[in-house]
């Protein structure tokens, strides 16, 4: 006996969109311009005038300087000068990736023993990951950093058939963060620096030590996560002094604990001994405080204006008519100046033991059963 199958629906066809930056996990809702819109900090003046004190108390940090002044001679030369700076964008997210949870002294190390043991980066393609861990070794974590250079360049070979990123250069910040985001093992953290650093982009990445010193001078609310702190920063700081800030909060946070407290580790904070001890003065919840009150300003406005709206009515009890914007009578005031209002025109329910008249049926069956008790 044959089985007669139905017919199979055709499934609804897909849209494939092209998907975002990674800059949130799944299961997260992020607004994607700016999760904190109504926090009114850091305001122009706060970034300027940090940036200002953190610059005259450091100085300009000299491991930054050579890309200061790639930005520099690109804003005055044009972007060609950026294409003929030594360092590529290749090694610049190669040099970021190694850079994750370690010093910079090895992050350093790990590059130039990599370079040394695998000079181009074709051969760091033909390698085994042996190898490649071998050399970077220096740096920590070197399996899950060879997987992931590896990962790199197999899809940047396979996609654009070269072992080259120069191409970003002529993209916009948006689909930068999109092209790198594809890659396996690369976040937003990853992303920011390469644009900053080697594409000469106006960004503002948030590591550790600037998310930290973000909270304590009250810059992000204190729920922020470094995902949020980093979208509200890039949102909030002008683009001239995102280069500038971004490395003298890195370098201060490296250098000064004073200016963050921990629950579990007090540490005495010293008048003068730390630049942002001005700003730390300010509250942090201060944000948190003015959108509570514009908040709580918004609910009392919304409710005066409903209670005008039921000013105009009046309210019906047992049957009467009461305005309940009327004033509190005194003995004596008749119903109407009580705010109580008996219309003439209605059914009056008479009881047929006292004739007495009640202005609904209940009222009166309640009369009537109170004669018949006493009957």
Known sequence: MRKQYGRKRKPAPVENKPSPAKLVRKGTEINLNDPYPNYPRPTPEECRAVRDDLLA??????????????RLRSVSNGDECSRSTKESVLDGLVSTILSQNTTDANSQKSFSSLKSALPTWEDVFAADSK???NAIRCGGLAPTK???IKNLLNCLLEKRG???????RDLSVDEIKTELSQFKGIGPKTVA??????????????DTHIFQRAKAIGWVPTEADTKRTYLHLNKRIPNELKFDLNC???????????????EDNQQKTETGSCPLHNYLSIPKFVGSVLISLSQTMEAIISNLESLETVSDKKLKLFGFLIDPC???????????EK???????????KCQFCCKKFANSQALGGHQNAHKKKD
Do not use: W
């Not at 070269?162 to 970003?168: A, D, S, V």
């Not at 620096?193 to 948030?206: A, R, S």
């Not at 705010?339 to 329910?349: A, D, L």
């Open 57 to 70: 108390f450091h100085g300009f940090p000299q491991q930054f300087a050579k890309y200061r002044e790639q």
């Open 131 to 133: 190898c490649i861990e």
């Open 146 to 148: 060879a997987a992931c």
């Open 162 to 168: 070269k072992l080259c990123l120069e191409y970003l």
């Open 193 to 206: 620096c390469v644009l900053m650093f080697n594409l000469q982009q106006d960004d503002f990445p948030v």
């Open 248 to 262: 003298l909060l890195f370098t201060h946070g490296k250098a000064c604990r004073k200016c963050i407290k921990k």
């Open 326 to 336: 009327a004033k509190g009578s005194k003995d004596g005031e008749s119903i109407e």
């Open 339 to 349: 705010g109580v209002s008996i219309p003439s025109n209605r059914k009056k329910f």
